[in-house]
């Protein structure tokens, strides 16, 4: 069975990444291995991956600054942590990086099922067209409106919008309509197309404030 959803797995350790690669497969998805770090940010500007499954303690590089690296670039990627060394120290930095999940080694093989499941359905993999393009551009909006410190409240009141209603959107629990869209992308000086293209590259937030500095 084709899931339709591509797995990028990083880790240093060759045998044990060709392992979860296999399984991977096995299970459904279109997977691909990295045993070298330094060319995981590479391998994301190349080809468009819904999931990282990241090891911690790797050379050069630890999955720690990775995962750093990796979400400043592509915020809205799903990234698990794997490591042999689990600590409550790196399970709360992970956290605060915005990981999806975080497994020790070695880890029931159904427990990395139920996470991959559940990564699914949060990040709208798995679902309607509808379902997918709610969460889109939810996470869209919160992302530059971060990006730009602005508050919800901020955001209300240049658009006439509610609060709650902006929360609703970012959240994925209801459809924006065109007109809201409209008022949003004046509001944070952005195209509308931003919003329903599938893939925007996440430079386009950078690129827009370097704009508003010139």
Do not use: W
């Not at 497994?103 to 309607?128: E, H, M, V, W």
């Not at 997918?132 to 730009?148: A, D, N, P, T």
Request: overall charge positive; some cysteine.
């Amino acid at each position: 069975m084709d899931r339709g959803i591509k797995i990028l797995v990083v880790d240093d350790d060759k045998d044990y990444n060709l392992y979860l690669t296999k399984f991977l497969s096995d299970e459904g998805y279109i997977t691909k291995g990295i045993t070298k770090p330094m060319d995981t940010l590479s391998a994301l500007e190349q080809e468009r991956f819904h999931i990282v499954i990241l090891d911690l303690k790797m050379p050069q590089i630890s999955g720690t600054e990775l995962l750093k690296e990796i979400k400043a670039k592509h915020s809205n990627i799903c990234v698990i942590i794997l490591t042999g060394y689990p600590s409550f120290k790196t399970a709360v930095e992970t956290m605060k990086l915005d990981a999806f999940d975080y497994l020790k080694k070695p880890f029931d093989l159904n427990d990395l099922r139920k996470a991959l499941n559940t990564a699914q359905k949060t990040y709208c993999l798995i679902g309607s067209s509808k379902d997918k393009l709610k969460s889109s551009v939810g996470k869209k909006l919160k992302s530059i409106r971060k990006s730009k410190k602005i508050t919800q409240k901020q955001l209300a009141d240049r658009t006439g919008l509610s609060p709650s209603l902006l929360s609703q959107i970012e959240n994925g629990q209801i459809a924006a309509s065109l007109m809201t869209l409209d008022k949003l992308s004046s509001s944070l000086n952005i195209k509308i197309s931003y919003f329903l293209d599938e893939e925007v590259d996440d430079t386009v937030i950078q690129n827009n404030q370097d704009s508003k500095v010139l």
